[in-house]
């Protein structure tokens, strides 16, 4: 299993795969583009950005699911506190850290195309409590569902240590390194989606990359109400991609390479103050960040067809810089009613130096946002909620240099309403209605970036479980959405990739069997159609590029068995084996099949 398949369960998420083996997860929020997470902001631990920022919010990475504690999506999240690309929502990685009771364990699973997962990890604490570790390995391998040039292998390894000195210090350590090797079977032709999903038609493409990542926090509690926080992060990414350039013509067509090594480095400092105001409750964040990349990219054009040598023909290196500062309000005015103000301000200088061509350009941009969320408890069962924010995007770094026009960042405003309820001990149930306005919109068209634009997205959200009988949970979500552009000559059509309807619904039963607990969860997922372009091409084009990308319906299930130290379990994705895709991209070829039916099973112990 993989992030995505996580994600399922929420309302609203629109999940693909782009290579059909959750290397490249990508994630979009209420309508909102999910190309290699490029338009939601990824984070770990509720602070890190996953990736580079305004250049890439999450292209190349995603942590192992065997290292992660959970996945939350945070809906209607406020950008004056998140910051850009949080517009639709934001996805927190919770990482695993120290455990009461310390253990050390090993899990194997096998499944079909020779997938194997590996992983070992120890957790633990010491000086009663006051440091808590955990260390995880993590290996993913197979053949691919491809028939031919979709192997891989990813390697993991995370580290989280949290050290208490005295009552008022308290340190965080994280590491994180991670390597991929992967054989890269690219897009088909409509034709040849048609007559066979699983063949490869590229014999030579291959991607290797490797990251470090690494963060250190320290948190200084002055007295019972006020704490500084203050974080430093940083990670460098080398990838490298050879392909057969398929698109050029037969005299032109050669083997060539994307080169890019990404050092990311930043700071967070946060300050809390909990006290009273005017005798309630209120709860004040304000804090600063810093945080600057650089994306060198080279360009080869290969030899030989499947040999990492050649010619250069582009070298650049495309610098961003980031300064914000914002504040955000937790005042309850009531015991009943809080309200929650935040505004936050953004800095970012562009930089773009290009050797080869001996050219240099520079760009500016800023923002400033704000937020007003109102929170109304009318019991323990029953919450209400409304909120709204203006919300922005920066550009990415080559969206920034290509765009026509003045350099402007994505804007909208936002407004949500809710209701969380849970009535009695066996239903509970959430519903949010929402708006996102976007005033200035960046699309492409033609290859080109227009800048400049509106589009609408709204939409209604449901999920719940009940609990009939002891042991038994039965759940379900679901998304009603449309999102149009609403200028130029697409006006009225829908968003590419913005589903009307989305939804999940599953069982999940656990009892006891023998001296054992077995847990059991069936669930299926389903996707409406989704066009892959603004003029909403319903036929597929010859090349794949363009066309409807037609609906879907995903049965799964998981079993586990947990007796003493050992555990069970078997998955089991697509049990139905249908054949689909989500994805159509010139780059890469066209359509860009999903995974068949995937089987795993395996076995864990802990010491």
Known sequence: PAVGDAVRFMPGVNYIDEDGRGLRPGIGLRGIEPNRNSNTLVVIDGKIPIGQSYSDMGGYYMMPVGAIESVEVIKGASPALYGSGSIGGVVNIITKKGAARPYTGINLQYGNHNALNIGVETVGNTNEGAMNYYAGFHRRQGDGFRKSRSRYNVNDLTANVTAKVGDKNEWRFFLNGFTEYSETPGGLSQAQWEQDPEQSVNPHDFFEARRFSTAISYKRSFDETNSLTTSVYGSYLKRDWWLDNRNATASKRKFIAALRDIPTVGLFSDYERTNTLFDKENKLLAGIRLHTDVTHEVSVAGDEMGKKAGKTTANSANTVAVVEGYVF????????????????????????????????????????????????????????YATYSKGYKMPQIRSAFETNGDLDAETSDNYEIGLRTRPTQWLEVELAAYILDFNHKIF?????????????????EVSGAIYPVEGLKLYGSGAIQRATIEYGMNKGNRVPYAPR??????????????????????????????????????????????GLIPKFFLLNATASYSYKQWNFNLNALNLLNRKYFTTRHNAWGGIMPAATISVLGGVGYQF
């Open 329 to 384: 309000d937790e005042f309850h005015i009531t015991d009943k009613l809080n309200i929650n103000p935040g505004v936050r301000y953004t800095f970012v200088n562009y930089d773009k130096e290009d050797y080869y061509k001996n050219s240099w350009d520079n760009r500016n941009e800023d923002a400033f946002v704000y937020s007003l969320g109102l929170f109304y408890k009318f019991s323990e069962q029953y919450r209400a």
């Open 501 to 546: 309807y989305t939804a999940t619904a599953g069982a999940k039963y656990q009892c006891g069997v023998g001296e054992g607990t077995l847990t059991t969860n069936v669930y299926g997922n389903f996707v409406s159609s989704q066009f892959s372009d603004l003029a909403n091409t319903f036929e597929g084009s010859a090349n794949g590029n363009v």
């Open 444 to 460: 492409r068209e033609s290859g080109l970036l227009n800048n400049g634009g509106k589009a609408l997205h709204r939409g209604i």
